[in-house]
């Protein structure tokens, strides 16, 4: 059993920068797609990247193109997403998601990955 665990979270001003980091620490995740999507108050869970578990494929939602980078670094089983210039609307939970590949495509649905991890808070003041 997958269990994905984020870390990298916290308060940054606007214009700042943060990266976050996700892993399991009892399994590789490099043979998964891999996802991150975001969750602030009131609204639904989105998008943010994603990319392929033999990185040949990486997607961004278009409100963080740009700003946003995700990647992987497999002899230390994690993924990252660095987040550049941020913004106050950037202020969520991210949750790091995985789907099993190379079976299944790397996907931007929510409902397509079956692993999550718990969450890190990211807060943006303006």
């Known amino acids: 059993q997958v269990q994905l665990v984020e870390s990298g979270g916290g308060l940054v001003q606007a214009g700042g920068s943060l990266r976050l980091s996700c892993t399991d620490s009892?399994?590789?995740?490099?043979?998964?797609?891999m996802a991150w999507f975001r969750q602030a108050p009131g609204k639904e869970r989105e998008f943010v990247a994603a990319?392929?578990?033999?990185?040949?494929?990486?997607y961004y939602d278009d409100s963080v193109k740009g700003r946003f980078t995700i990647s992987r670094e497999k002899d230390k089983n994690i993924v990252y997403l660095q987040m550049n210039s941020l913004k106050p609307e950037d202020t969520a939970v991210y949750y790091c998601?995985?789907?099993?590949?190379?079976?299944?495509?790397?996907?931007?649905?929510?409902?397509?990955?079956?692993?999550w991890g718990q969450g890190t808070q990211v807060t943006v003041s303006s």
């Open positions: 998601a995985a789907r099993s590949a190379p079976s299944y495509s790397v996907s931007r649905i929510r409902a397509d990955y079956p692993f």
């Open positions: 009892g399994r590789t995740i490099n043979n998964y797609n």
């Open positions: 990319i392929s578990w033999n990185e040949q494929n990486t």
